[in-house]
């Protein structure tokens, strides 16, 4: 039997994070005062939630990410063999590598204290050549090296998917449109579209991105998404439904995407797909909701003319933002 062209249909390339999330704070945090919180959850952060979410769909993923000696990466590697991910692609060095983000909460509203030990590398090229990924999830770094490595999965006839994050730069900003140019499909939220371009509304946002990236398809919250795949317009609405947590909502999205490019479905089904993942991964706490292969396709067949109805909160995650202090 010859061995598979695609051993990994997906490789998540990505810093982990280990959030504290704080909530029902009795107050904003300032300086010269103690603030209490009536919860506290520690979960996985960064692109932890792309990685899980994946492979709750059925999608052989494997996740690149440096661990070290620290709590922080000993918490998320348990919870990571706890949630069956896959640790082919695991680096595991005999250093610190701190990455923690604590998260407070009040009224809707979230604020981040972040740090990072040491610099975010990219994976090694030789798990290119060991894993043939078919698709590479990955996270908006646009640094030299990082750019190398995505051009050798490219060279390598590997499709690039590329996720966005909120940060200090722009398209004038060096390596970015590199970094665009690369991606084969760029999906940012609403807010990272307008901030990215400078654009007044998402509409031209995205008309300036699609110059660009042959596909781009844009979060935006309450109302679903909307992209363009070499001119064609799509626009996905968001279906009803009770929101619990948002929490990871953005990785789910960027998940149901990559499952339907991997069920061969077209780019106007992937966005479906997209935005019902998304979605679904909303109606519980953080990761809880995040869909199976069946479930998925079950509400996404069923939704029917709920589509044109939205949801009441919008798709937002803790990970749609920087968090190593190492703007460019």
Known sequence: MSARPHPIDVL??????CDLIFA????????????????????????????LALTRLGIATAW??????????????EAAARDGLDPVA???????V?????????????????YSETPIRPPHRDLLARLKPKWLLQSFRFEPDWLGFIKAAKSAGTVIFADCRDGDFTLATPGVREFLALADVFSPNEAEALALTGAADVEAA??????????????????????????????????????????????AFN????????????FAECARLAVACGTLSTTGPGSSRTPDAATLSAFNAGLGTTRRRRARRPFTTINERDKTGELS
Do not use: H
Request: hydrophobic fraction near 45%; glycine fraction near 14%; proline fraction near 4%.
């Open 98 to 114: 701190q990455r923690v983000s604590a998260a407070f909460a009040k009224d809707g509203e979230r604020g981040f204290i972040s």
């Open 206 to 251: 995205l008309d300036v991105l699609a110059e660009l990236t042959p596909a781009v398809l844009i979060k935006r919250g309450v109302a679903g998404a909307i992209g363009i795949d070499r001119g064609r317009r799509v626009e996905v609405p968001a279906p009803m439904v009770e929101v619990v947590d948002t929490v990871g909502a953005g990785d």
């Open 12 to 17: 998540v390339a990505g810093e982990y994070f």
């Open 64 to 77: 690149a990410a440096d661990f070290g000696t620290d709590l922080f990466s000993r918490a998320v590697l």
């Open 90 to 96: 695991f680096n595991r060095v005999e250093e610190s």
């Open 24 to 51: 029902g704070l009795e107050g904003l945090p300032r300086l010269g005062s103690e603030r209490f919180a009536r919860d506290l959850v520690v979960r996985p952060g960064g692109c932890y939630n792309m990685a």
């Open 255 to 266: 998940a149901g995407y990559l499952a339907g490019a991997i069920w061969e479905s077209s």
